[in-house]
């Protein structure tokens, strides 16, 4: 079964820095997407950016950029020039060939003024 | 921009009655999931829903849990005999079926079990 890892509970960062969030994942298929999601106050979850695992290429979203290490199974998620509207939890997800998204632990963001 | 829809936004029962959570998916998407976070934890899988029937279920999914789609816009999540653990964060996802398609949630509904 597929399991997806959250080691970091909770990061700080200082507005306008940088920061990274981790995730591994743990999987024997070759075919597969990963996700981040942010889950503000509010609860909703929002989508932040998503890779396909046949692509080496690191997928960007404005501020947002991945780091896809495949033959490590990482897919770290680097948050530049922080905002305040940033700080929530923010959930890295699986998606393999059973179509459901199998979800880390989550991270809370805090960000620093 | 389409979006995923979810009434009502908070829902408070008694234990034992039964609840119905509404979700209205994006218009031309096709699969649809409800998920399910109890306060705290993590977003976990209940069910996905395709052409009329469930496609898979996981094991909180027990028969108290039914899923419907009544009409051509709506997909319902049904609890039969609410528990206090049943208290939670219910989420609806769609996405189009193409592949493995981007999952876009709704704002969630908020359960809670007295």
């Known amino acids: 079964a597929q399991t997806v890892t959250q080691s970091q509970p909770e990061m700080s960062v200082q507005e306008a820095e940088t920061v990274t969030l981790s995730c591994t994942y743990d999987?024997?298929?070759?075919?597969?997407?990963l996700f981040w999601y942010k889950q503000p106050p509010s609860r909703q979850m929002i989508l932040v950016i998503r890779?396909?695992?046949?692509?080496?290429q690191n997928a960007t979203e404005n501020r947002f950029s991945v780091n896809f290490q495949k033959a490590a199974k990482s897919f770290s998620l680097k948050i530049s020039d922080s905002q305040l509207g940033d700080a929530a939890m923010y959930f890295c997800?699986?998606?393999?060939?059973?179509?459901?998204?199998?979800f880390g632990s989550g991270t809370r963001l805090l960000v620093r003024p | 921009e389409p979006e995923v829809t979810q009434t009502p936004s908070h829902q408070v029962t008694q234990m034992g009655q039964e609840v119905i959570l509404r979700c209205v998916p994006i218009?031309?998407?096709?699969?649809f999931y409800w998920y399910r976070q109890i306060l705290g934890q993590k977003v976990e899988f209940l069910v996905s829903?395709?052409?009329?029937?469930?496609?898979?279920k996981s094991e909180i999914f027990d028969d108290q849990f039914s899923v419907e789609r009544p009409d051509g816009s709506n997909f319902t999540l049904k609890i039969r005999s609410t528990k206090l653990e049943d208290s939670a964060m219910y989420f609806c996802?769609?996405?189009?079926?193409?592949?493995?398609?981007?999952?876009?949630f709704g704002p969630g509904t908020r359960l809670t079990v007295l």
């Open positions: 996802a769609s996405t189009t079926g193409q592949g493995r398609d981007t999952q876009y």
């Open positions: 999987t024997s298929e070759s075919d597969y997407y």
């Open positions: 890779q396909e695992a046949y692509k080496q």
């Open positions: 829903f395709y052409n009329n029937e469930i496609s898979e």
């Open positions: 997800a699986y998606l393999g060939s059973s179509y459901k998204l199998i």
């Open positions: 218009s031309n998407h096709l699969y």
